[in-house]
Structures are given as structure tokens and as C-alpha cells.
């Protein structure tokens, strides 16, 4: 559960990013490509089962907070950095009363709204879309209602962006808690940095990966700084733009200060372990089984992991 408390500013002057500007450019300019065309690519599954570990995430927490409520009582999630609205749907199955959708990228927040608009299940929810840049604005400020409370906040590979400066992330943090009420949560998922690290202290060099994805780093490798560890990062047809490590105790730290308290703290071949039972049926509607053992590294192996990965089925 999160305890509540005032949010102080701590005196920090607020900063753009200088890598905000590419981040935006780089997502506005991604095509949706349909089902068809996702479905050739090569990280076709290894994305419906990122896509199945935010399901079961988002459904875990939804739940438990649901459970703590009282019939009738209100559901209200922020998705901050939302694209294009890949999680509508799972909002609309999970029951939620209201949305605040928000995203740096304007194109994806208007691409979001419009599916919103063509969704059509009787279980609809009011929704508000914001074009902004979450570590530099007071998302609240932007809400039609500054004072709304809401249940869950939720930010989906997108929290590392805002590691570029203490500014960034502090302002990010603040963001992601302050319009919480107690007892709810704020759930993210983001690229493992030590994993990151060890792969590339493997290549021993500063840019590695494989036909799929690569990074290249563009800061010190051998002592990385807390923020602004920036590498620049590609994988197949999706993602091409500077992200930046997240040391997870300063995360930890940050959002302390804004009144969170960390309740779990997971990697997803964990999650997987722990939750492939319960969500079996899920993960084979989604066409996810056949990227899940990738031994406990479900980002991006080398390519004799990508193949081992694309050849195993659930439970070998
Ligand atoms: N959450 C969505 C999902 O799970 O499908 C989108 C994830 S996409 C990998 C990362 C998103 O973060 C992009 O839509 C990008 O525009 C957004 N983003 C990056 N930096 C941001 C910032 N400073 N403020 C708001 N959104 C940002």
C-alpha cells in the first residue's frame, strides 16, 4: 500500500531534457502497423508476451484494489506515457470508471483518443487525453479536475526516459504519486540496468546485441552516472532513440520522497514463474507462449536465445 504525504518540491528548478525532443520525434513518427504486419515480425511474440505481463500486471493491482473497495465506488487510472492506447482494452475489461491518458508524443495521444472513441463495449469509461512531457509539467495541473483522486498509476516502458537529470526524474516521481490516494498504487516497468550491464561487460565493448536489437552506450561504462546514463537504443522496427539506465534504489529513493513505499519489485521471468499457471489460458489467446523461457531474460538474448525462445513452448 502507499502512504500519502505532502509533496514538497524540494526546491528543484524544473529542466527539459535535452533527449525529449528525439524521444517525442522518434514516437510520433512510428507507424501503427496492423495485426498482419506485426504478426511477420521477428519480435512478434517476445512482444505479445511484454504485452501479457502488463495484462496480468495491470489486472493483479486493478483487483486489489477493487477488492479493498466497495461496490459502485469509483476506478480511476493515469497511464502516463500511454502511446497509442495498447492498454485501452484492458482497462475496459478490468472495469474502470476513469482515464487520464497522457504521452509526450502528441501524434500517439491523438492516435490514442481515437481509438478510445471507436471502442464500443457497454462497460465504457470517461477518459481525458494530454499531450505533455511528464518530467517537466505538473501532469495535475492538467487534469480537468485537479483534485481527482486516483487508484492506479501506471507507466508502461516508459519510466527510464526520465533518468536523464535528477530534474526529470524527480518531476516524473512526483507525477506518479501525488495524485494517488492511499492504499493505492503506482506500477511500472522498465529495462533492467543490471542486465544491461552485465551483457555489456560480456561484449566488452560499447555497443553490442544482436540481429534483433542493439545498444550502444554514449556515456562511462566503467562507472556509469546515477542520471544521464545514456545509451542509444534499436530494436527491430519499434524502437530507435536514447533511453537511460534506472538505478533501482535511487528509483526507490525518489519516490519515497513523494510518500510511495516499494511493495514489489520483480523481473518478468519471475513474474512469469509465479503467474504462468493462473495465466495460461491468457497467454495463449495472446499468442505469447513461444517467447517464454528465454532463461529468465525475456528483453533480448543473443540469437541462440532468440531461437531457443521461438522454439519452446510452456513447460519444456
Ligand atoms: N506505455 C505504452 C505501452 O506500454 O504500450 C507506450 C510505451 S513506449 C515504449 C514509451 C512511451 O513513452 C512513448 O509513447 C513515448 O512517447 C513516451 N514518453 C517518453 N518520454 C516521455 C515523457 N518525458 N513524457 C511523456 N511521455 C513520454
Redesign the pocket.
Known amino acids: 500500500p502507499v502512504s500519502r504525504s505532502p509533496s514538497p518540491d524540494g526546491g528543484i528548478k524544473r529542466i527539459a531534457?535535452e533527449n525529449?525532443s528525439v524521444?517525442?520525434s522518434?514516437?510520433?513518427e512510428?507507424k501503427e502497423s496492423g495485426l498482419a504486419e506485426r504478426s511477420k515480425s521477428r519480435i512478434f511474440h517476445m512482444r505479445n508476451f511484454?504485452?501479457w505481463v502488463?495484462s496480468m500486471f495491470l489486472n493483479e493491482f486493478l483487483g486489489k484494489i477493487k477488492n479493498s473497495q466497495k461496490l459502485g465506488e469509483h476506478l480511476r487510472v493515469l497511464?502516463?506515457?500511454?502511446?497509442?492506447?495498447?492498454?485501452l482494452l484492458k482497462y475496459e475489461k478490468a472495469q474502470i470508471t476513469h482515464l487520464i491518458c497522457?504521452?509526450?508524443?502528441d501524434v500517439?495521444i491523438e492516435q490514442c483518443k481515437v481509438r478510445y472513441d471507436q471502442m464500443k463495449g457497454g462497460r465504457k469509461f470517461t477518459a481525458e487525453f494530454i499531450a505533455?512531457?511528464?518530467?517537466?509539467v505538473r501532469l495535475r495541473e492538467k487534469y480537468k479536475d485537479p483534485s481527482m483522486k486516483l487508484n492506479l498509476v501506471?507507466?508502461?516502458?516508459?519510466f527510464h526516459?526520465?533518468f536523464e537529470s535528477l530534474s526529470?526524474a524527480d518531476c516524473?516521481a512526483r507525477n506518479a504519486s501525488e495524485c494517488l490516494q492511499p492504499g493505492g498504487y503506482f506500477i511500472a516497468?522498465i529495462p533492467d540496468a543490471n542486465e544491461i550491464m552485465r551483457r555489456q561487460r560480456l561484449a566488452n565493448e560499447n555497443s553490442f546485441g544482436n540481429s534483433v536489437y542493439n545498444i550502444e552506450f554514449c556515456c562511462d561504462t566503467e562507472n556509469p552516472p546515477l542520471f544521464g546514463a545514456k545509451y542509444q537504443f534499436h530494436l527491430e522496427g519499434?524502437?530507435d532513440c536514447p533511453e537511460f539506465l534506472v538505478y533501482f534504489p535511487l528509483l526507490e529513493e525518489l519516490c519515497k520522497k513523494y510518500g510511495l513505499k516499494l511493495v514489489r519489485k520483480t523481473s518478468f521471468a519471475d513474474y512469469f514463474h509465479e503467474n504462468k499457471e493462473s495465466g495460461k489460458m491468457l497467454l495463449q489467446r495472446m499468442n505469447a507462449l513461444e517467447s517464454y523461457p528465454n532463461k529468465g531474460r525475456p528483453l533480448f538474448g543473443d540469437d541462440s536465445e532468440y531461437e531457443h525462445a521461438k522454439n519452446n513452448k510452456l513447460g519444456n
Open positions: 531534457g525529449s524521444v517525442q522518434h514516437y510520433n512510428l511484454n504485452n502488463k497511464d502516463m506515457c500511454c502511446g497509442k492506447g495498447g492498454d497522457t504521452d509526450i508524443a500517439s505533455c512531457d511528464s518530467t517537466l501506471s507507466c508502461q516502458f516508459a526516459y526520465c526529470q516524473m516497468t519499434v524502437v
